[in-house]
């Protein structure tokens, strides 16, 4: 009788320190950390910003369909073309996925400048910690595309192009000095074919879009997201075949690497 006395007074300890246990561990909170941004130089606190949430990464078709009306919208007030800006925005902001981007809705990195009095953040880009401008809406980030090549002196050439010339767009911003990247035309053409871009320019300018064929002799120009696979399906062609012709050893390929087809 002893035994089953003990027996039931241990069981009922252990039930309690378990409840108990469980009770603290659903009364614990889990810190919220924020980081806090400091100007360079500067001891006051220039903006509170909260960690990105871990989140799916956007695909580069689901950035097309939602910003294709903010592209086309800025072409017909400024006439840039509506394949340029969508293919500056989704190589600048890694189609919408780059921490700078979501931190701050800056899509194209327009740096703050002299006479900025919006919101700010520092990112460490060509300098560490660079002063970029922060947009609530980033329907404001594509008009503030617009307007910063609408407004510079050395891009006005470009203004006087045949609409919708995407090919001396992306030339002629890299010859104004858009860009460092000797491969940032070919990379914004390369884009603008591979997802039809260039389907946005015909309609804001009334004309009917009319896909190119592929050419069994052209060439491909590597992007990101692009494989051996992906590229062999594309033209027909084998993953054998396509590394048979342009002499590759193994399947590694780089961005900005142009592909023989035939």
């Not at 390369?190 to 300018?205: P, Q, W």
């Not at 069994?216 to 120009?221: A, R, T, V």
């Amino acid at each position: 009788m002893k035994i089953k006395y003990i027996l039931i007074s241990i069981l009922t300890i252990a039930i309690f320190s378990s409840c108990k246990s469980k009770k603290r561990a659903t009364e614990k909170k889990v810190a919220q950390k924020e980081e806090i941004i400091f100007a360079p130089n500067e001891k006051e606190v220039v903006k509170k910003v909260k960690p990105v949430k871990k989140t799916i990464r956007q695909t580069t078709i689901e950035y097309i369909d939602k910003y294709k009306v903010a592209a086309m919208e800025e072409m017909k007030v400024f006439k840039i073309p509506a394949s340029i800006t969508l293919a500056q925005g989704i190589l600048e902001s890694s189609s919408g996925n780059s921490l700078l981007t979501k931190r701050s809705n800056n899509h194209f990195g327009i740096k703050c400048h002299k006479g900025w009095k919006g919101d700010k953040t520092y990112h460490d880009d060509d300098e560490k910690g660079e002063c970029f401008r922060v947009y609530k809406d980033p329907a404001k980030s594509y008009r503030d595309h617009s307007l910063f090549l609408a407004g510079r002196e050395r891009y006005s050439k470009l203004f006087k192009l045949k609409k919708g010339d995407y090919v001396r767009w992306a030339k002629g911003l890299s010859a104004a000095g858009y860009a460092t990247d000797r491969r940032y035309p070919a990379k914004l053409i390369a884009l603008i074919e591979k997802y039809d871009l260039h389907k946005y320019d015909t309609k804001v300018l009334g004309k009917k879009f009319k896909k190119e064929k592929v050419k069994s002799n052209k060439s491909h120009l590597v992007i990101k997201g692009d494989t051996l696979y992906s590229i062999s399906r594309k033209y027909g062609l084998t993953v054998e075949e396509l590394k048979k012709i342009n002499g590759l050893k193994n399947n590694e390929i780089s961005i900005g690497q142009s592909l023989i087809l035939k």
